[in-house]
């Protein structure tokens, strides 16, 4: 039977717990934040928790199954906050058969810990000289103590340091780049709890228990042919890399591939180097958008981070240097910052402060948040901390960053492949179920393109569901169970904004409390 973690931080307790397979994925995330986080407690509250699941599919053959899902409360109005994770790290969990680890309480002490999880050991240690440590230098660190097959996953001197732009780094598989830092993620809260990271020692990435290994391997495989096969998955992201994704943002699926057809043949691009250069971020991944290369040998991106960077950098301030950005990139992520979000509060800081965004000031930004000087606080407060202290100058706010979602209504969303059609489900309501359904499964949400296209996709992840778990599954169940995850999210936010609503009473009250407390004894401190 599969394990849950139990880790707390206060009282340096480890419980293990025997995991009956119901729940999975996001939720599973839901269904332990629900039971363990009351709706009125805060984002860096110490009965908040952290919650780390694997992907179902993660530690199998699969392909693009290394994602690892990170849960918590968002804040104290708000709900569930889910970041999806690539990595190593999930495959290796998985490996060692633990379907979440869910942490709680604080540690206080002046070293932050590291969770260390080995087969047949688990361990909150203090590691020396650690506290403060950039990113590289944490990893070297935790891999020269525990050996480089190690994946890791933590946070950088901006999450120590509690600013909300900060993130958590993830290292890939041995090679170049070694690790990168995830978009929309939790580093104040694995700072307040006194963690700086979570060190999986496993030298297995495919060896989570399945029901049926030869059936399971065979229809990975008709999987993987899907992937490859399709134009965006197999084509332009092998060949272009991520900035595949910026051009599909601008052009939608009719993307200019005129740099692939002078140059069909991608392997022969690639940089001889003395070193290992990473293609994919987690074994296995057979889409491998990392470190694509022109014919020149010029270097493209290296993560996708840095594509995104660019077009960024370039919308916000006319910066294309793609060396610069490169830099940029990999000295946000030694901060473990949010690299795309930093963009976007520079810019607001820029427009409200009235300087001219360039090369210069964006450098000049970066050091202020690293000496974390007041203004460098500012900046790492991301766009809506920044813009509350400036709500006067409404021609800004919509420079504050908001969620992908709320451009659902400018789009007419029509899926002419789906596989199944459910009553009073809109196919903007099947597009979300089917990305759900991806993350719960690990699946790298690159993939997404082949699976959604293709409508025998969906019938091949039911039966791989079956061969992983020896539960029989339909198309249609593993979509239910995508919904469901949605509504227990939506559910679990409704009950927190409930909760939350704030009577309006005078402050007068304050006194009148006092006045009519039974015990007069009792001294009142504000």
Known sequence: MSK????????????????AFEDYGRGLIAKIIREEVSPNIDRL????????????????????TGRLLVGTKSSKDEGIQISNIAGTISQKLASLNIDAIVISGRNTEEIPLTLLIEENHIELVNINNIKGMNVSSTIDIIQDLYGKECGVIGIG?????LLPISTLFSTYPEGSPSFYCARNSIGDIFGYKGLKAITVKNKKHFNAPVYDAENMKRCSKELSKIIIEHPICGKALPGLGSITLMKMLSQGKNIDMSELNSNNNIKNNYIDTEFKINRTCSPLCVVGCLNRHTKTGEDYYSAPAESEAY???????????????????NRCFELGIDCIEFIFSCALYFNLQEIEGNIKEM?????EVKNLTLVGRVLGSKTDGMYSLFREKEKYKKMVSK????????????????????????????????????ENLGFCLFASFA???????????????????????????????ALKTIKNEKEYESEVRLKNVSKTIPNFVKVLYRY????ETKVYNE
């Open 4 to 19: 849950l973690l139990y880790i707390d931080l206060t009282k340096k307790q480890i419980i293990k717990k025997q995991n």
């Open 45 to 64: 509250d110490d009965e908040n928790v952290i919650v780390l699941v694997p992907g179902l599919f993660s530690g199998t053959l699969a392909p693009s």
């Open 157 to 161: 001197p901006s999450g120590e340091k």
């Open 311 to 329: 077009a960024a950098l370039n919308e916000c301030f006319g910066i294309n240097d793609k060396q610069y950005v490169k830099n940029f990139t």
């Open 363 to 367: 450098d000049k930004a970066l050091e």
């Open 403 to 438: 969620p992908s979602i709320v451009e659902e209504k400018n789009f007419n969303i029509d899926i002419q492949s789906k596989t199944i059609n459910l009553p009073g489900l809109s196919d903007l309501d099947y597009l979300y179920a089917y990305i759900i359904t991806l």
């Open 451 to 481: 699976f959604i296209d293709n409508p025998k996709a969906l019938t091949l992840l039911s039966k791989l569901f079956f061969y992983k778990t020896g539960i029989e599954s339909s198309e249609k169940s593993i979509l239910d169970y």
């Open 516 to 519: 009519f407390h039974k015990d």
